[in-house]
Nanobody, 124 residues
Framework: QVQPVESGGGLVQAGESLTLSCSFS????????MAWFRQAPGKEREFVAA????????KYTDSVKGRFTISRDNAKNAAYVQMNSLKPEDTAIYYC?????????????????WGRGTQVTVSS
């Protein structure tokens, strides 16, 4: 079974950038819909961005529009999220998730394949 593995998290200052990567072990990530979710301490897991299997459909949550860019490279079995102009409220564990169909991609309960997450901390 496909197992996503996240990397690229870290500690940055407000206004700086990070790029998170999600690579697949145990098989190809194609043509899975890929999504990024995040979970801050004491809060529910929330949708960040999603990209369809062929990369033609992309969706963002409003709070990251214009700052985050999701992409994928199917030849490398990888997906990414470029995060610019980071804010302290972006601090969370970021998870990569995968599913077959582009349906209700904002709902974490719709995803059954998850990575273990990578911590992003943005200091003010």
């Amino acid at each position: 079974q496909v197992q996503p593995v996240e990397s690229g998290g870290g500690l940055v200052q407000a206004g700086e950038s990070l790029t998170l990567s999600c690579s697949f072990s145990g098989g190809t990530g194609n043509p899975y819909t890929m999504a990024w979710f995040r979970q801050a301490p004491g809060k529910e897991r929330e949708f960040v961005a999603a990209i369809s299997g062929n990369g033609n459909i992309i969706k963002y949550t409003d709070s990251v529009k214009g700052r985050f860019t999701i992409s994928r490279d199917n030849a490398k079995n990888a997906a990414y999220v470029q995060m610019n102009s980071l804010k302290p409220e972006d601090t969370a564990i970021y998870y990569c998730a995968a599913k077959i169909w582009w349906i209700r991609v904002e709902d974490p309960d719709e995803f059954d394949i998850w990575g273990r997450g990578t911590q992003v901390t943005v200091s003010s």
